[in-house]
């Protein structure tokens, strides 16, 4: 195990976050805290949108000193020493290096930067990104898996991880796991933060909040989980009793046969990732390292929440800082980006100031206060212009990614949607705090109605949600009234608070997918099409529920449940409390299921290839594929970007016997090949693809001329001949005149070529 390189990332992040906290201070002002929570994100969104920017012209230690510089430079001329709470940032520090040790443990247990079958995801694609930017000189980075061509893909989290790899001086191998676990930590740590910050202003008990809300991002799982523990621990008469099939491999499940990746594939045809999912599984993926930044945006948005309406140019001011990092959400996650706009819409449209004043002065008039639907449209009208101003700043901020490496794909309608059933079992943990919570409050609403006009609102509400479910939208039908409900609340300004703004923005994720997706061409009719869209999407909305489940746990199990109706009145306090104390438990206990058998499974494992426990992703390189250890480190001591040609299209799965590589030496090294993996033609349509394809088997099987005339086109320098190319072609490029062997060892040949 590194312990040098742990000790090394952990003071690095909080330095970073020290460095930053006089800024977070100010910024967050009236946090309880003074925003010591967001100080590391607050540094690592710095150093990266000013290292992206500077990128272009040179990137590297020039990008890392700018971000660095800025950083710094920022800190000492808009901090607030005089706020800075030192006692809060080390309570802060020790969240995040519980958290951070936490995750360390687990990536030690299972590093392999591997495709299957060592690991799954999509390792090779998120460490190549991380390998082809640290040997870029400016950005755009040269494509590994397209050589010639810049990166069309988001790359943002990944540039942040080049910038911390330079900055602490470590191996790639190493910094990949390091980097991930920094992710993890820091998301815990800002949900923390967020959930204690808006609990406290509630009068709620503040750290009981910040654990809970903590808990939900970083441990808790769906019910899937629950679900197979009920199946286990009951009678096979009463499950069957509940439409379970007789032959469903849900009554032969036992805790020894549990594994961590069943609970991920709940609804038909989608993939619902939560965030402990996501870092067991180990990917470097764009929607995990967005998470922190998706956080720092809604602490952004309550800020403005908490800034009284004659404070006008702190809240201008506070939007036009939530650009620049929805501008980094676009470049490390472009699915990210809607999101940050959603947020401002729903927190200018709900705060208690009136958006109008955010216009200049000589405008203001224009948009007098009204009542009822007129002033919904009035105060949300405003908001949406507000959130498109952020988004359009902020894609400013970040304008290099529109013009090179954003990919366009088109929007789909009405895709294949989803059944009651997986719905409650992916978000059942969830709706187990938010319904009581609501209730309460909209039985207060209607209290002081008349009992025909209450009946009939409820009868309108149910009819319309049994027709939903009838017609197929069982999203609407579930998500739909309480949407209402909360909406409902917070127009009418009941106790509900900044907690239901990101319950909002949740039920407006969940609700968009059944809708609205990403058309993804590879998909069409494969009852796949939403796939990614629901992928990305739900990603975040795990994010946003999170800390509001925090709050409304703490309120729920601190005071009582809410509503103060004469129905209820007659039970005392304390009742109230047991009742709200057992709702959050089983919330707690049936999503903790998941912490409590996968961690220590995943745990449990033995490292591929080492001895003992390591962070090195590329460990079990000599175990199990020393035929192209050796090939593979030669290619990667090659100075600058050559281009080498490899066997294609890669996959998900590293079998040379079946005809199918991984692009390992493009994926592992950085170092571009004329085409790798199939996601190219996700990327850049399937025509370019199809032709490098038929070029990349031309040149292994071609003549002599029509050989080299691809190797000039693509300036190819380093021919690859291993497992997968013997396996996948019939070889005449060994014969080339033009080319000579530059490595040799045992099956694996590369080939220098001379060029005309």
Partial sequence: MEYGLVVLWLATYLVLGALALPLSAT?????????????????????????????????????????????????????????????????????????????????????????????????????????????????????MWFAGESVQYYYGGQLLTALLTILTGTAPRFAYNLALSGFYAALVTAAYGLTGAIAADHGAPRRLAAVIGAFFVGLAGNLYTAVQVAAWLLPSSVVTALGVAPDSELLAWTPSSFFYWDSSRIIDGTINEFPLFAWLNGDLHAHMLTTPFTLLIAALCYSYWQTPETDTGRRRALLLLTAPVAGFLAIANTWDFPVAGGLVFLTVAFAPADPATLLPTRLVTRFPTGSGVREELR???????????????????????????????????????????PLLIVHGGFLLLFVPYLTGRIVDEFEDRSSSWTVATAAAVAVGAIAAWTAGFAALALFGPILLAAWLCLRNRTDLGFETVLLL????????????????????????????????????????????????????????????????????????????TVIVAIAVVFTGLYAGLAIPAQVGDDPIGSDGATLDGEAYLDARYAGEAAAIAWIDDRDGRPTIVTAAPGG?????????????????????????????????GSEPYEDRLADVRTIYEGNVERQSALLDRYDVEYVYVGPAERASYELSVEDHPRLTPAFEDGDVIVYAYEAT
């Fill in 27 to 143: 910024i967050f002002r009236q946090f309880r805290g003074a925003g010591s929570a967001f100080a590391i994100p607050v540094a690592l969104v710095t150093i990266a949108v000013v290292g992206y920017l500077v990128g272009h012209l040179a990137f590297g230690v020039p990008a890392l000193i700018a971000g660095l510089a800025v950083l710094g430079g920022s800190s000492l001329r808009f901090g607030d020493p005089d706020r800075t709470d030192w006692r809060s940032y080390a309570e802060v520090a020790v969240v995040f290096t519980l958290a951070f040790s936490l995750m360390i443990s687990i990536r030690a247990a299972s590093p392999a930067i591997a495709p299957l079958p060592i690991a799954a995801g999509e390792k090779f694609l998120d460490y190549g990104l991380l390998r082809t930017i640290l040997r870029s000189a400016a950005l755009p980075p040269e494509d």
């Fill in 379 to 421: 105060r949300d009208g405003l908001s949406l212009l507000g959130a498109v101003f952020v988004l359009v700043v902020g894609g400013l901020s970040v304008a290099p990614f529109w013009l090179s490496s954003a990919s366009t794909r088109s929007i789909g309608f009405l895709p294949p949607r989803s059944d009651l059933g």
């Fill in 505 to 580: 923005g949740g039920l407006g994720l969940a609700l968009v997918v059944e809708f609205v997706y990403v058309v993804e061409p590879q998909q069409r009719g494969t009852g796949l099409e939403r796939l990614n869209t629901v992928f990305k999407v739900y990603s975040q909305l795990w994010v946003l529920w999170s800390p509001a489940a925090g709050v409304i746990a703490a309120r729920l199990a601190a005071d009582r449940l809410p509503g103060s109706t004469s129905a209820v009145r007659s039970i005392d306090a304390t009742r109230w409390r047991s009742i709200g």
């Fill in 652 to 684: 998900y799965q590293w079998v040379p016997e079946d005809g199918e590589g991984a692009s390992a030496p493009a994926s592992l090294t950085g170092v571009p090949t004329v085409l790798g993996w199939f996601h190219e033609a996700q990327y850049r």
